[in-house]
């Protein structure tokens, strides 16, 4: 049986690091993150939310309803 070890917490100045680190290769290939999608990033970053929480945000803010 398998255990998942959660990774160890980051925190907000250390996800917002990482983050920036991300900017430039974004950059070359001609995306830009918003400012709500950098927040998003940081709180998973962080382990503040889920994956299936950052995927529910996104697509209610492309107009899908979830229950």
């Not at 900017?23 to 709500?36: C, F, K, V, W």
């Not at 209610?60 to 229950?67: M, Q």
């Amino acid at each position: 049986m398998l255990v998942a070890v959660p990774a160890p917490r980051k925190t907000e100045a250390e996800a917002r690091a990482a983050v920036a680190q991300m900017e430039p290769i974004t950059a070359i290939e001609g995306r830009q993150m918003s400012d709500g999608d950098k927040d998003l990033l940081v709180e998973l970053i962080r382990g503040v939310i889920t994956f299936d929480e950052v995927a529910a945000v996104i697509a209610r803010e492309a107009g899908y309803e979830l229950d």
